[in-house]
């Protein structure tokens, strides 16, 4: 499961960046291409494959045999191995990436409250631009905070109004765009997955394109080249800007200063090679996708991971004659809360149904008895694992039950005929 896991993102990755990188994509197409392949590293695929497994699932129970002591000490003794896997590793990584994105969510949280109450709000600026900007000693020349409503964090030392409407612009195209939410997201993920080379790199890639994308939709509210020349002017001066995993900022970095520059300058478009080849790319990622799921959906369908159940030795006592008594023990394998249906006896025409309810220290067992197509008993017993209790009908037949719990992995079957010896 965890090879395909891997496989399957592997493929979204790299296609992802290769198109990014070889098909000058205009960053309206980067922007969620490279957001869906950072997602999918966050798709439980063993899950999903389990849930479809399960979707025509019958399993109800199994014969273990008439000894039970060695068999049952076989299934228990799964519950005891505890040998670790790629799974149990790739889930303590998770765990310990988790706990990081929570800590980190957490101090920029607690770091966005506090610096609301340090800045100082610009109400001239507020009141023209429409939405509440505050003025900070952060090396940065603007910056979103914030969650649900951001707020507009400049410089204290900007002052030139070109570069203010520049920045503030800038700032509320991001918040137009909703990137204040696809940045904390992608900053979660690159916690989550500390490990992982290609997440890393995907998180930088899509920052920049969320970026690039932001500087497009700017620049057509400015005239020719003045947003390119304010922004270079930026980038110029806020050498070492400072980092912020989970803000949308409009400087970041030197070097993704220059791409962004470089980007303003081109004109994004695909040829028909180039859209050919994406097409292709899709496809092939596509293809390769759903079979490896669609495989591994069959694999988990034919076989069945061990899961809780219990098994339930039953011993059935029944007089056929007056000096005739005959005495027969079976043990089962059965789920939790699903209904079994057994034959005791063909020449009494003798039949019972049963569900287990697990009620942690006992079972509680619904039984429904039938003689001859008529119900005429419907007990319920509530036993200790590992104790006997016993019913008597008509002192004809006498059924002793004693549940254990076990692991079980069983085919699918409907009904146990207990006339047939075993």
């Known amino acids: 499961m965890m090879i395909n896991y ?16 070889y ?6 197409v980067a922007v969620p291409l490279l957001f869906a392949a950072l997602i999918s590293w966050c798709i439980p695929y063993d899950l999903l494959v389990n849930w479809m497994s399960n979707l025509n699932a019958n399993n109800t129970f199994i014969i273990l045999s008439t000894q039970t002591s060695n068999a049952i000490s076989n299934a228990n003794s799964y519950i005891y191995d505890h040998s670790l896997s790629l799974l149990d590793y790739y889930q303590l990584l998770l765990v310990i990436g988790a706990l990081t994105a929570a800590y980190k969510a957490l101090k920029f949280i607690l770091w966005s409250n506090s610096i ?12 023209d ?4 900007i505050y003025r900070t ?40 765009y909703r990137d204040h939410i696809h940045v904390f997201t992608s900053g979660l993920i690159s916690y989550f997955f500390f ?25 057509l509210n400015f005239e020719a080249n003045e947003y390119l020349l ?98 027969q023990s079976t043990d089962v394998l059965s789920d939790f809360d699903k209904p079994v249906s057994l034959v005791v006896n063909d020449e009494l025409n003798t039949n019972f149904k049963y569900t287990i309810k697990d009620l942690k220290q006992t079972a509680l067992i619904d039984i429904s008895m039938s003689i001859n197509g008529e119900v005429v008993a419907t007990p319920k017993l509530e ?32 009904q146990l005929d207990l006339s047939v010896p075993l």
């Open 195 to 219: 490990w992982n080379p290609f997440v890393r790199k995907l998180v930088q890639q899509t920052k920049l394109a969320i970026e690039q994308r932001c500087d497009e939709k700017t620049a």
């Open 6 to 21: 891997i496989l399957i993102n592997l493929l979204f990755s790299i296609s992802a960046l290769l198109i990014h990188r």
């Open 230 to 327: 304010g922004l270079a002017q930026l980038i110029k001066h806020y050498q070492k800007p400072e980092s912020f995993a989970f803000n949308a900022t409009l400087v970041n970095s030197k070097h993704q200063g220059i791409t962004r520059l470089i980007y303003l300058k081109e004109k994004k478009m695909l040829t028909k090679l180039q859209k050919s080849i994406i097409g292709l790319m899709a496809l092939v990622t596509s293809i390769l996708t759903s079979t490896l799921v669609l495989a591994q959906v069959g694999k988990a369908e034919s076989v069945q991971q061990p899961r809780q159940g219990v098994a339930l030795k039953i011993k059935t006592t029944y007089q056929a004659e007056e000096d005739s008594i005959y005495t």
């Open 383 to 414: 036993v200790l694992f590992g104790n006997t209790a016993e019913v008597r009908i008509d002192n004809l037949i006498s059924l002793e039950v004693t549940p254990s719990r076990a692991m079980i992995n069983n085919p699918p079957v409907t």
């Open 137 to 176: 000693e952060q090396q940065n020349p603007g910056l979103l905070v914030g969650f649900l409503k951001p707020i507009i964090l400049i410089e204290r030392g900007l002052k030139e109004r070109d570069l203010l409407e520049l920045t503030i612009n800038h700032e509320l195209t991001h918040i137009a």
């Open 129 to 132: 631009f429409g939405h509440p």
């Open 23 to 28: 098909c000058n994509l205009s960053a309206r």
């Open 116 to 127: 609301r109450a340090l800045c100082v709000k610009d109400e001239v600026l507020s009141e």
